[in-house]
């Protein structure tokens, strides 16, 4: 994995980090999910956001791709 992550996106609804990742891998970006597994901290109440991250160097390419679809990104 690439020490250097930016975070696109941060959200509560796991449905919308399933079709950004979907999105990512089919035009080959890789990503990776974090605080997938903070459920078991917070009782399975979908309190604690899920964080989408990808390698700098696509950051750019990867924003517009969920851009495109709809994906409303925080400002960087």
Excluded: W, Y
């Excluded at 020490?3 to 990503?31: H, Q, S, V, Y």
């Amino acid at each position: 994995m690439c020490k250097d992550m930016k975070e696109l996106l941060r959200t509560n609804d796991p449905t919308i980090i399933a079709f950004a990742t979907a999105l990512l891998r089919g035009e080959d970006i890789d990503c990776f999910e974090m605080d997938v597994h903070m459920s078991v901290l917070e009782g399975s109440i979908g309190i604690m956001p899920r964080r989408l991250m990808v390698a700098d160097r696509d950051a750019f390419q990867a924003r517009a791709i969920l851009r495109e679809n709809d994906i409303e990104l925080p400002e960087r």
